[in-house]
């Protein structure tokens, strides 16, 4: 399968800021691939980047094989729908969505035909002689994506597209928007924040964190193999524990941490290495007494009730606190009660800590 | 009780809105609102033949403004204002592009080389213009010692020179509400304009310009109206050929000593302005970027 858009060694610096550090990123004809990562991460620059706004300080950009750091954004085979819109406020629905068409010199009786199928596709119907400040934020954002696809694009880059609409409106045009990209078999670029958006509409997802790819991958792997602690903590909820492998036997790995032991599988991992253990709260499991492996308490605080979940929050005794997650009714201890959190080793996931160079050295120093 | 309660109402309501607003009401009634009565009421009094001005009724100062003579002079004016409003958008647009397109310190320094010459009298400026372009002037000194001519070379008094003249002290009028429109322009609406395949001309074409017009055209406005009156350009580097609706009043109240004349001309300017303020609001542009 041929990669459409390739970023090679892509580095983006603002005097000292720098925003984008070494990214590597092939993406596939024809899929739906989200960047994901908090505000300030970079995912604009890249994406602008991609459609010719800004140049790399470094590094190649390839559409289709070409590269085109030289070409113009009016001569790549690329489009963008703009986080804000960027309709055209003095032009109508038409002839905003006709622009690019217009740039085309494509023959006036095509242009009415094509615009006309492509309100069509985006339910826009009848709106063709209003301008944008007529529209209401929902139909403005199906302009800005008619407008971007009548030039049939290879890869269409997405901004936050939907970060203007209430929830509601929200989850819709999501839908809508995965509908779109599987019809009209485009690449679709889409940067958001928001993890649940980008679980729901990816095939792949690449999270970005300060400027760095931290991980890419399908929903599920992302999910269930997070790379790193930041990829751990950013998509869905987990249970973090920073400590120190004591011991290994196959592939059963023991961690020590403050207050005791537990254990997890994983391999490529040695005696004595610094990591971080991740377990979801649903995988979490609990007993009265130490279980083999595992032998810090938790003292049982709260629970909190979202729809048909319960959170059952415990404390440790150096006071960070799990999360345990079942269905209502099922079984949970008592407020008040001590408990001792396990599960199984295979539910938890084993992380490099990338500080574990800075502790190996705290380690080495030896005090007299 | 009902009297204490209208008492209140004026001490909260009234009182304040004198205070604050009457003033000014005072001083625009006393500084625009009287003259202007003055010199309507002026335009309709007759002269004596010592051209003393007598309060009696008529409609000569009128009949003569629609005199063969005068006629010419208000076209070559109106000409002279449009080509000069002209070449100050030609002129004035890249620049307030240019500064209203650029980041942080050099965008200051640009608006400042606008704003400096604005703060100089710019009577003094002409006549500055005056000395670089006279017979005797530094251009014609420099020409001659570098032999590119031996006679001197007329500038001055000519209808180029007048235009020259006006365009640079209008120059800045038209400027500062196209920067000011320039700079409200959202940038995201060029980068899709471009990312849609449109060359650079085009966005100008289809967005740039279509998005400013509001600034254009008070910039227009603003050079437009004071062209027609700015006499002391045409007197000072202009010839025989170059008088704006300003000579011909500026003559009636000196020269001419027949002040009902000159406030008939005057009314003349005051109705092309209105006229065209009007047209200006009519085509949707807002008062404020006019600095009204
Ligand atoms: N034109 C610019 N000049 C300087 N810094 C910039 C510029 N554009 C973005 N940045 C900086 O780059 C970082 C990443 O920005 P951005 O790519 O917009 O992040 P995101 O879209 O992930 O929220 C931010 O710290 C931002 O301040
Ligand atoms: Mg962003």
């Known amino acids: ?368 | 009780m009902e009297k204490a309660h209208s008492k209140h109402n004026w001490k909260s309501n009234t009182l304040p809105a004198l205070v604050t607003v009457g003033p000014l009401t005072l001083i625009l009634v006393l500084l625009v609102a009287i003259p202007l009565i003055y010199v309507v009421v002026m335009s309709f009094c007759s002269i004596d033949q010592y051209y003393n001005v007598e309060f009696k009724f008529t409609l000569d100062n009128y009949k003569r403004l629609i005199s063969p003579d005068y006629m010419k002079i208000y076209g070559q004016s109106l000409l002279i204002a449009l080509v000069t409003t002209l070449l100050c958008i030609l002129i004035g647009y890249p620049f307030a592009y240019i500064i209203a397109r650029t980041k942080s310190k050099k965008k200051r320094l640009l608006y400042m080389l606008v704003i400096i010459p604005f703060w100089t009298n710019s009577l003094i400026r002409i006549y500055g213009w005056r000395t670089f372009l006279g017979n005797n002037g530094w251009l014609n000194s420099i020409l001659q010692t570098l032999h590119i001519t031996n006679e001197p070379i007329t500038f001055l008094y000519k209808q180029g020179t007048t235009v020259l003249g006006m365009v640079y002290c209008l120059l800045p009028f038209m400027i500062f509400p196209l920067y000011t429109a320039l700079e409200k322009l959202d940038g995201s609406l060029l980068e899709a304009s471009s990312d849609l395949g449109a060359k650079p001309l085009v966005t100008l074409r289809e967005i740039i310009i279509p998005l400013t017009s509001g600034g254009i055209f008070s910039g227009s406005i603003m050079v437009f109206i004071p062209c027609l009156g700015y006499f002391f350009v045409s007197d000072i580097l202009g010839g025989g050929n170059s008088d704006v609706i300003g000579n011909l009043i500026e003559r009636q109240f000196q020269s001419g000593n027949n002040w009902p004349l000159g406030a008939a001309l005057s009314i003349i300017l005051i109705a092309v302005t209105l006229i065209l303020v009007r047209i200006y609001k009519k085509m949707g542009g807002d008062m404020e970027s006019l600095g009204v």
């Open chain 1, 1 to 368: 399968m041929g990669y459409i858009v390739e970023l090679e060694g892509v580095n983006k610096i603002y005097g000292s800021n720098h925003v984008v550090r070494d990214l590597e990123l092939k993406v596939e004809e024809g899929e739906f691939l989200t960047l994901l990562g908090s505000s300030g991460c970079g995912k604009t620059t890249t994406l602008r980047m991609i459609a010719g706004f800004e140049e790399p300080t470094t590094g190649s950009i390839k559409v289709e094989g070409e590269a085109i750091e030289e070409k113009e954004p009016f001569e790549r085979n690329v489009n963008t729908v703009f986080q804000s819109y960027a309709l055209f406020p003095h032009k109508t629905i038409f002839d905003n969505i006709a622009y690019g068409l217009k740039m085309k010199k494509v023959p006036k009786p095509e242009i009415k035909k094509r615009v006309t199928e492509m309100m069509e596709l985006v339910q826009l119907e009848g709106f063709e002689k209003r301008y944008p400040s007529q529209l209401s934020g929902g139909q403005k954002q199906r302009v800005a994506i008619a407008r971007a696809l009548i030039n049939r694009p290879r890869v269409l880059l997405l901004d936050e597209p939907l970060g203007a609409l209430d929830l509601k409106l929200r989850k819709q045009m999501q839908l809508e928007l995965k509908r779109l990209q599987r019809k009209l078999n485009i690449t679709f670029i889409y940067v958001t924040h928001d993890q649940e958006e980008a679980l729901t509409m990816s095939d792949r997802i690449a999270i970005m964190h300060d400027g760095v790819l931290d991980q890419l991958g399908t929903p599920t792997e992302i999910y269930e193999q997070p790379k790193t602690k930041f990829v751990a903590t950013f998509i869905g909820e987990t249970n973090i524990f920073d400590g120190q492998i004591n011991d290994i036997k196959g592939s059963d790995i023991s961690v020590v941490i403050e207050n005791g032991y537990i254990s997890g599988r994983g391999d490529g991992f040695k005696t004595g290495e610094y990591i971080t253990v991740s377990v979801r709260p649903e995988k979490l499991k609990f007993a009265e007494t130490p279980q083999e492996g595992f032998t810090v308490p938790a003292l049982v605080k709260d629970y909190i009730y979202v729809g048909s979940i319960i959170k059952c929050i415990v404390s440790l005794p150096n006071g960070n606190e799990l999360k345990i997650e079942r269905l209502a009714g099922e079984k949970l201890p008592d407020i008040g009660s001590t408990i001792y959190p396990y599960w199984n080793r295979e539910d938890a996931v084993l992380i490099h800590n990338r500080d574990n160079m800075v502790f190996e050295t705290i380690d080495s120093i030896t005090f007299n």
